[in-house]
């Protein structure tokens, strides 16, 4: 009674490439010719060659098919850093959980095996899946003084005649007028208190600022 033949599987690409060696075991295709043709160097086609010659089609398939991955988590670890990430740091983006799993459990994963977990526990969403931020313009106040805007810019405002400095500008948001420019040698907390008290002596307090 005749054996059954194997089954092998196989994928589009280890199909071309069962092509190529057989053609080059057939002497229709030269080594060089089929290395081109599969991108590779003609050592590794002259070891598919040998493979193919000694295991047949089987020999083409890859070999860890079937096999754990060597970054497969031991078990149990998976469940644990979801638990603990959902229980403690579920307001955490991936690389900060990593750190506290290890910092403070003796938890080691990559950042990129929490960052996967988390994606599929929908602890985590990606940037590029997150719906888009709609930001409603805000409308300008509508009397003088509700609202003065502060800002600092730094810049050498009086090119070589003297050196760079800040100049501090207040504006009022109703009008966009410049309520107050005050000139400081850098941008600090005591230089803010002092165009503030400027400006409060010349125009009064405003609602906020």
């Not at 990129?112 to 709609?134: D, N, S, Y």
Request: glycine share 6%; proline share 5%; hydrophobic share 40%.
């Amino acid at each position: 009674m005749a054996t059954p033949a194997a089954t092998i599987t196989m994928t589009m690409r280890e199909a071309d490439r069962l092509k190529t060696i057989q053609a080059v075991v057939d002497r229709m295709l030269r080594v060089g010719q089929a290395a081109q043709r599969l991108g590779m160097s003609r050592r590794q086609v002259e070891r598919l060659v040998s493979r193919y010659q000694d295991d047949g089609p089987s020999g083409l398939v890859s070999r860890k098919r079937g096999r754990p991955s060597n970054n497969q988590l031991a078990p149990g670890i998976a469940e644990r850093a979801v638990k603990l990430i959902r229980e403690r740091y579920a307001d955490f983006g991936p690389t900060l959980a990593a750190e506290k799993l290890e910092e403070c459990y003796g938890v080691v994963l990559s950042k990129e095996t929490v960052r996967a977990l988390m994606v599929a526990t929908g602890l985590w969403t990606p940037r590029k899946q997150r719906a888009p931020q709609i930001h409603q313009p805000r409308n300008r106040r509508s009397c003088l003084g509700e609202l003065i805007q502060i800002d600092g810019s730094d810049h050498a405002w009086f090119e070589d005649r003297a050196p760079a400095c800040t100049l501090l500008v207040f504006i009022d948001d109703a009008t966009s007028r410049l309520m107050q420019l005050h000139f400081v040698p850098t941008e600090s907390a005591f230089a803010y208190f002092e165009a503030t008290r400027s400006y409060l002596e010349q125009h009064g307090k405003p609602v906020a600022f």
